[in-house]
């Protein structure tokens, strides 16, 4: 239970000291005109309250992925606890932080834009392309995912129905303005999202008081692999668990929320605080799953983590708690499938450039996208979940590597970004490369060993390339005429 609680201190620690010195480094312009007053247009640039903004950001980034995402990096044991304190803080929330504000800085920016801009037009257009694909990808995991989870539920109603009756939501959501549904709608899923976690959390505390569970402790991670099955802690640990830590799905969101904060001044409580209270969640996911069943050996025959959830929540909470606790589970993904076909048509219309005031621009996008959102939702969602998996943390280095870049070009300290940059680099390098649907299935008869080792090493030549170039053009920029810089800078 120490470390458990001891983790959910940190983060409330890492909020408070490493999110202000964030802060501090960025330099915030408290008299600088935010997008929602610049470009208001009644739609996508609306002014909202900084709880408002808070509450859509948190509900945005955290879909199925701290709660399933943590039940499966469980299975690694307390390592999951380290991955998610130190990810969050290092990391995710970082991540969050920088690209909410570059975005806050750009008149609401999509990722792709920041990207061009930092890394120039041929980034820009593979993450244009990039993100968007991950966006549908996002949007149809999260319109599957909660159908079942509602089945199971209510088994009278076929999963279906429920698919039907998402769809329908999020095409309302995609469509009206921010301030008429979703800003409306999300205190609801709020309060279901926030009685889960709390729920959850004090049962499992009490619950250690009185002999019913116990909560391992992180120095068990000094027992070796404790993965039933022995699969290694990385690259797997760091991309099981994505929300929570680090997603590179949050870089597509924070730039919707930056269309909407009144003030820069509130860019840490939104960002970086809303990947905290993301954090919370995760670790109080991890721990149940951990503790609930018995072992990870139980945990890991107890089925998929729908069951999982459904089985912990009853075990914790109760048949009526349970069924509350299960409805917060379901508002994770819901509230970020309907921002994730939002974003997708913010992107394209930053591409195309088409003004998103008059509806019938908003539909002649949308329309497309739920053509073919549908249509994924009939191939296999562990194929599709793999792929947004890889995908999801590649677009968190790459966001990284923008927001590192940023910080070398105005000057400022940027080893804080460099870092989980390189670290996010080597996960997806390694992974791609190891992982069953990467590169080697195209060696089939090479030893896993074999091929978990040259996979570190490519990702570790991958890593030192980009560092490398990053160095390079730190020193052309120092190397530049004063007044040739600062038109870099701009």
């Known amino acids: ?193 926030l009685f889960m976690a709390v729920g959850i959390g004090t049962m499992l505390v009490y619950g250690q008081f009185t002999g019913a569970f116990i909560i391992p402790e992180v120095t068990e991670v000094f027992k070796g692999n404790l993965h039933p099955k022995g699969i290694s802690i990385f690259p797997y640990l760091f991309i099981s668990i994505a929300c929570g830590a680090v997603s590179g799905f949050h870089a597509t969101q924070s730039p919707m929320v930056a269309r909407c904060i009144k003030n820069e001044t509130e860019g840490r409580r939104v960002f970086y605080g809303a ?23 139980e945990l890991a025959a107890a089925g998929s983590p729908a069951v999982v959830v459904n089985k912990a929540s009853v075990q914790l909470l109760g048949a009526f708690g349970a069924f509350l606790a299960v409805l917060g589970v379901v508002a994770c993904p819901i509230t970020s499938g309907d921002t994730a076909f939002r974003g997708s048509r913010l992107i394209i219309a930053d591409i195309f450039k088409i003004k998103q005031a008059p509806i019938k621009n908003r539909f002649l996008i949308a329309i497309p996208l739920f053509a073919i959102g549908i249509y994924l939702t009939t191939i296999d969602f562990n194929i599709i979940w793999r792929y947004f998996a890889w995908a999801n943390q590649t677009l968190a280095a790459v966001s990284l590597w ?55 090493i490519i990702a570790s030549i991958v890593t030192a390339i980009c560092t490398v170039l990053l160095f390079s053009y730190k020193r052309k920029l120092n190397s530049t005429p004063k007044a040739q810089q600062l038109n870099v800078a701009k």
């Open 1 to 193: 239970m120490f470390s458990f609680v001891l983790a959910i201190i940190a983060l409330v620690l890492g909020y408070v000291i490493y999110g202000k010195f964030v802060e501090k480094v960025f330099g915030i312009e408290p008299d600088r005109t935010p997008p929602s007053i610049e470009c208001y247009d009644g739609v996508d640039y609306v002014e909202v309250s900084t709880p408002k903004a808070f509450l859509i950001q948190f509900l945005n980034i955290a879909g199925t992925g701290p709660i399933f995402g943590a039940i499966a990096g469980a299975l690694w044991g307390p390592a999951s606890f380290l991955w998610i304190v130190f990810g969050c803080i290092f990391g995710g929330a970082v991540h969050d932080f920088l690209i909410g504000m570059l975005s806050l800085r750009d008149k609401g920016s999509s990722i792709g834009e920041i990207v061009g801009e930092n890394l120039g037009v041929v980034m820009q257009q593979i993450m244009r392309v990039f993100s968007i694909v991950l966006l549908l990808l996002v949007g149809v995991v999260f319109i599957k995912s909660p159908a079942d989870i509602l089945h199971n539920l209510i088994p009278g109603v076929s999963a279906m129905t429920f698919t039907i009756i998402i769809i329908i939501y999020y095409i309302l959501a995609t469509i009206l303005p921010l301030d008429k549904i979703i800003a409306k709608i999300y205190p609801i899923f709020g309060f279901a999202l």
């Open 275 to 297: 990947m905290i209270a993301e954090g919370v969640v995760a670790l109080i996911w991890a721990a149940a799953a951990m503790t609930v069943f018995g072992g990870i050996k």
């Open 402 to 456: 923008t927001a590192t870049v940023w910080l070398v070009k105005k000057g400022k300290p940027f080893v804080f970004a460099l870092i989980p940059s390189m670290f996010m680099t080597m996960v997806v390098t390694t992974y791609i490369v190891i992982a069953p649907e990467g590169f080697v299935r195209f060696f089939k008869d090479v030893p896993v060993q074999t091929i978990e080792f040259y996979g570190v």
